[in-house]
């Protein structure tokens, strides 16, 4: 039995915005979904499942909800939702999050303290699943993936166990949750290390779609050279003709380069020259506070339909830059996406005096420094 313990089944009033993933291009049909809301209940609901027969699914938002494949009829769709909070120690350099926290509960907290978790390119990702997926973010050059950023973890195993892990306390276990993702136990907190960040330097230089080849080109040649404070990623972002969207954007198609570098605005400035010289239409470069990472790259706030893919290279030759433009950029069949939010956490280069496009974007945060000068 689940006494006390929210539980939706099929066809009750709720079920609908019960068992709707983030990923609304998911449609997940479980047995039913159970939302706990302390370790206790966690421990209650996997009892109960396994004496039922049921297995037991675990999701946060549903961020990643494509990667549980069908839920069917034999499984139990745990829900973390409800369990929230986020406890800072700044002085140890240390978080403890609860598993249904975001990156931007911690960074609203770890970021007035010049201190960053290593996050990526999401603020409204969920900590637990992205930490024990591996996590790749922007401080990863320096500081490596997030999942070994982790200081102990608290889970409640498949017999119903609530335990503590950490490297000398069931160390196998520790191990196989960093980078296992949720295959060992529900997690019901998580401690990770924060990183100090007393300066950082972050922006984004986009040119027209035309220049894709010559930007990917430049771009490709450019990284092997950066010191391991600088994180970078290069896109194409095609912007979809609808209404909402700023007016000198509308419709455009661009390819971006955006980079977080962990130093001042002199140095950042400098290691940027190669990109600037191939003249950006729009350079939003500024020195930021570390919480401006989560929206960077402008990833949707709001659930979406999506499919993404990944892969890690161990070298990205001319060729297979040649390939990625032709499959995607000018000249290919490749289709819109859509942008949900606008730059707002990085003070933008140009003003809203002088630039239109900055008069669409929302205020930027005040960082207490001056917007960057100019590129050359
Ligand atoms: C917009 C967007 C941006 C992203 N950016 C990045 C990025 O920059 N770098 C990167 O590395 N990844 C990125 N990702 C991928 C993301 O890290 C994974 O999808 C991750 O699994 C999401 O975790 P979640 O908790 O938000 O999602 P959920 O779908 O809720 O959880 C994902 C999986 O994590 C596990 N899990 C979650 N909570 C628990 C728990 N309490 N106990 C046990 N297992 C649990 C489960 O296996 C679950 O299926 C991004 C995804 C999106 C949608």
């Known amino acids: 039995m689940l006494n006390g313990v929210d539980v939706v089944k099929a066809g009750e009033t709720d079920w609908d915005s019960a068992r709707v993933a983030w990923n609304l291009a998911v449609?997940?049909?479980?047995?039913?979904?159970?939302?706990?809301?302390?370790?206790?209940?966690?421990?209650a609901v996997v009892n109960f499942a396994r004496e039922e027969g049921l297995r037991v699914a675990v999701q946060a938002e549903g961020h990643g909800a494509n990667a549980l494949g069908e839920l069917g009829e034999d499984t139990l769709l745990l829900k973390t939702g409800r369990m929230t909070g986020v406890e800072i120690d700044a002085e140890n350099r240390r978080v403890r999050v609860g598993?249904?926290?975001?990156?931007?509960?911690?960074?609203?907290?770890?970021?007035p303290q010049g201190l960053a978790a290593l996050s990526g390119s999401s603020a409204e990702v969920g900590v637990v699943g992205y930490t024990l997926g591996g996590g790749h973010g922007w401080l990863a050059r320096k500081y490596g993936f997030a999942c070994n950023s982790a200081i102990a973890v608290e889970l409640v195993t498949a017999d119903g166990r609530l335990i503590r892990t950490d490297h000398e306390k069931e160390p196998d276990l520790f191990?196989?949750?960093?980078?296992?993702?949720?295959?060992?136990?529900?997690?019901?907190?998580?401690?990770?290390?924060?990183?100090?960040?007393?300066?950082?330097?972050?922006?984004?230089?986009?040119?027209?779609?035309?220049?894709?080849?010559?930007?990917?080109?430049?771009?490709?040649?450019?990284?092997?050279?950066?010191?391991?404070?600088?994180?970078?990623?290069?896109?194409i972002f095609q912007v979809p003709p609808m209404p909402d969207i700023p007016e000198p954007v509308r419709g455009r198609q661009l390819v971006v380069v955006e980079a977080a570098y962990l130093g001042d605005e002199d140095v950042g400035s400098e290691l940027l020259l190669?990109?600037?010289?191939?003249?950006?239409?729009?350079?939003?470069?500024?020195?930021?506070p570390p919480a401006s990472l989560g929206h960077l790259h402008m990833d949707p706030e709001d659930p979406v339909p999506f499919a993404g893919n990944g892969q890690v290279l161990d070298e990205l030759p001319a060729e297979a830059v040649d390939a990625v433009v032709a499959a995607?950029?000018?000249?290919?069949e490749s289709n819109h996406s859509r942008p949900r939010r606008w730059p707002r956490s990085l003070n933008a280069r140009a003003t809203p005096a002088t630039d239109p496009m900055a008069r669409e974007w929302s205020p930027p945060i005040d960082t207490g420094k001056p917007p960057c000068a100019s590129p050359a």
């Open 27 to 43: 449609d997940q049909r479980p047995a039913m979904v159970a939302r706990p809301g302390n370790a206790d209940e966690v421990a």
């Open 328 to 332: 995607a950029g000018p000249g290919s």
């Open 274 to 288: 190669p990109l600037r010289e191939l003249g950006p239409e729009i350079d939003t470069f500024a020195a930021a």
């Open 99 to 111: 598993p249904a926290a975001k990156w931007s509960d911690v960074s609203d907290l770890a970021s």
């Open 175 to 235: 191990w196989a949750l960093r980078g296992g993702g949720g295959n060992f136990g529900v997690v019901t907190a998580l401690e990770l290390e924060l990183y100090p960040v007393p300066e950082l330097y972050a922006g984004m230089l986009a040119w027209p779609w035309e220049r894709t080849s010559d930007v990917f080109h430049a771009w490709r040649e450019w990284v092997p050279g950066l010191p391991d404070e600088m994180g970078t990623w290069a896109r």
